[in-house]
């Protein structure tokens, strides 16, 4: 009778033992997956932290050193730097040691989305160029990705304002893309002129439009109607473009053109007004890269 008793104890003590034992094994699995795998709790829930593969950085316009602190850290931390051949000598010592791969982000953009087949004659040709082009820089981007790189397309100014650089975010869209914001030759343009574009009394709202053809400066005319600020990129034709805009300005309006802003060296500002701004220009074929800017902020004083 007492033997049993003794080996009833005996087995609920090994019970207790093998049971605690159970218990700290599996804490130590638990801490050690925890450890390992680099898992952060969010809301009950595990999740892989994963370094990004792909990033879009806006290098901001003008010299290279209107580059953003982040744009540089992404670079510093990128494998592979997809850049057009100006970007490579602009951000040369940026670069230095980095694997490059050269591109054109202007044409690549072109015919994006677009079906070659639509076109005829000669834009066929140049669709399905830059189609071919387009795809081989493709390929060359997903088998550095699949060899475990990281890569950085260098887009100028601010990608997201009139930027030829987007198409790349939606090619790349599975890999989570990270866009890197960058300074745009607005934000430029509106330091060389040290005005606030939304100062006079009247006027509290900015249009940003783009002036590179007629059927641009027909819709730049029906925006003229609102009589707010104006901030038209590149224009082709002057002429035809402040004739379109004195349908609805009075020729008093104040006009100022930024040429090369952020190029510390070479920025330029022309000002005028509506009726007198061509006369000043000039040669217009020596304008390059420039803003054109219309309203009476130019002129405003709060005093």
Not at 202 to 214: A, D, E
Not at 231 to 241: A, N, Q, S, T
Not at 247 to 267: D, L, M, N, Q, R
Request: glycine share 8%; proline share 4%.
């Amino acid at each position: 009778m007492i033997e049993d008793l003794i080996k009833g104890v005996l087995v609920m003590k090994i019970k207790r033992l093998m049971c605690f034992f159970m218990v700290t094994l599996t804490f130590l699995v638990i801490s050690l997956e925890y450890g390992c795998s680099a898992r952060t709790p969010i809301q009950g829930k595990a999740i892989s932290i994963e370094k990004p593969e792909f990033y879009l950085v806006g290098m901001g316009p003008g010299d290279a050193d209107l580059i953003t602190l982040r744009g540089l850290k992404t670079i510093e931390d990128a494998d592979l730097i997809v850049c057009s051949k100006r970007a490579q000598d602009k951000f040369a010592s940026y670069l230095e040691g980095k694997e490059l791969l050269d591109s054109s982000s202007y044409k690549l953009s072109r015919y994006y989305g677009k079906d070659c087949r639509e076109f005829k004659g000669k834009e066929r040709k140049e669709c399905e160029s830059f189609t071919n082009k387009r795809n081989t820089l493709i390929g060359k981007i997903r088998k550095a990705i699949g060899e475990g790189k990281t890569v950085a397309v260098l887009g100028g100014g601010d990608p997201f304002i009139y930027g030829p650089s987007v198409w790349f975010l939606e090619e790349f869209a599975d890999l989570n893309p990270v866009a890197v914001p960058g300074l745009s030759s607005f934000n430029a343009a509106n330091a060389a002129l040290a005005k606030s574009v939304t100062s006079s009394k009247p006027t509290k709202s900015v249009i940003l439009t783009i002036g590179y053809s007629p059927e641009s400066h027909k819709i730049i005319e029906d925006l003229a109607v609102h009589k707010a600020t104006m901030v038209i990129y590149m224009p082709k034709d002057l002429k035809d473009l402040m004739a379109k805009l004195s349908a609805h300005y009075p020729p008093e309006t104040p006009i100022a053109i930024v040429s090369y802003a952020g190029y510390k060296e070479k920025e330029r500002i022309i000002k005028g007004t509506l009726e007198t701004i061509l006369d000043k220009i000039g040669d217009e074929k020596e304008l390059r890269l420039y803003l054109v800017y219309v309203g009476d902020f130019l002129t405003y004083r709060r005093k």
